[in-house]
């Protein structure tokens, strides 16, 4: 069944604010588009965070006790627990105004779709925020199990294999790979959503003396509380455009950086901030006026990507069909120079 899910209070506060911020967001995402644009005080919004956020803290909290007790440490497990710990949370706290106009637009199912993909996330990445419980390392009983036998000085054979086991645990000593995982590229792309949220916002702030006065404009959004609707109404249309394009990107770099055997984070961040700028340039240069909107969300993503995959071994070569054994000799082997002489 493998180790159970470490119960760490960082990682459960975390995911219950993620929850408590979804809930916040959808509420005024959907009562902007109803027309109520007005703003929300600081007080409202820590309370509209807050409510939520401990309404799925109590759900998911006892749901992790109960999964361990029944030793249920699968992430889809834990993703399925995330569903109904933010399909209740945010249940309570919307208004039934808000319900009743949604079913007369005909989103109930994008709203309860919505909800439920963002809760099915936050357990995926919760199993990866606290780790999997397990004991002290154990340095001296590798050491012993590597060591050489006494009186011999061959390393043994486990070693060799790059595999050693010490009773309780296996360690691994091969190549390695990050693993490909579309719900680790579909969790990244979330998160480099509301990173396009906030690049947006800062370029938007950082230029806009050439439209219009909008400076006095932003200033009165600050002022009224209005700018806090404008930001959540922007940070759902990111993430809707990040969850499209940013999966098979972050996907495809990953199969990009396997293929030469690259898995630091480093190599990752880099890669998600040149694609964007390549993509550009390949488009005559002027492309990077619309890449370069995707230059930080990438290069987040592919971060956190790496951070949710993990490694696995790298993978052996496919098996071969032999059909005349005498080619079963190395690729520089001299009998491939060599044509035999017959008559």
Excluded at 25 to 51: F, K, M, N, P
Excluded at 238 to 248: G, R, Y
Aim: charge should be neutral; charged fraction near 15%.
């Amino acid at each position: 069944m493998g180790r159970p899910v470490a119960t760490k209070i960082s990682a459960h506060i975390a995911s219950a604010l993620l929850a408590g911020a979804f809930a916040t967001a959808l509420r005024r995402h959907y009562a902007a588009w109803e027309g109520d644009l007005s703003g929300i005080t600081a007080d409202q919004l820590v309370l509209g965070v807050a409510i939520p956020a401990l309404i799925f803290a109590a759900i998911f909290g006892f749901g992790h006790y109960f999964l361990r007790y029944r030793s249920q440490n699968a992430r889809l497990v834990y993703s399925l627990l995330g569903v109904v710990a933010l399909l209740t949370a945010t249940a309570v706290v919307m208004p039934a105004e808000l319900y009743s106009a949604a079913a007369e637009d005909g989103v109930i199912s994008i709203f309860i779709g919505m909800t439920a993909l963002v809760g099915s996330l936050i357990g995926f990445l919760h199993v990866r925020s606290a780790g999997r419980v397990h004991d002290e390392d154990e340095i001296a009983q590798v050491e012993a199990a590597t060591a050489p036998k006494e009186g011999s000085a061959e390393t043994p054979e486990n070693a060799r294999l790059g595999l050693v086991e010490t009773g309780s645990d296996g360690f691994f000593d091969g190549p390695l790979q990050v693993v490909s995982s579309w719900s680790a590229a579909v969790t990244a792309a979330l998160v480099g959503g509301i990173a396009h949220t906030f690049y947006t916002g800062f370029v938007m702030l950082a230029f806009s003396d050439g439209f219009g006065g909008r400076n006095s404009r932003l200033a009165e959004q600050f002022m009224s509380g209005e700018i806090l609707s404008s930001i959540v109404f922007g940070l759902v249309f990111s993430i809707l455009i990040c969850l499209f394009f940013l999966p098979p990107a972050v996907f495809g770099l990953n199969k990009l950086l396997t293929s030469r055997g690259w898995t630091k984070m480093s190599t990752y961040l880099i890669a998600g901030a040149v694609a964007p700028l390549a993509v550009g340039l390949m488009m005559l240069g002027i492309g990077i006026f619309v890449t370069h909107w995707f230059i930080l969300p990438l290069c987040v993503a592919m971060g956190i990507y790496r951070h949710l995959a993990g490694l696995e071994p790298a993978s052996l070569p496919e098996d071969i069909e032999v059909r005349d054994r005498r080619t079963l000799v190395g690729e520089d082997h001299v009998r491939r120079r060599l044509h035999r002489i017959s008559g």
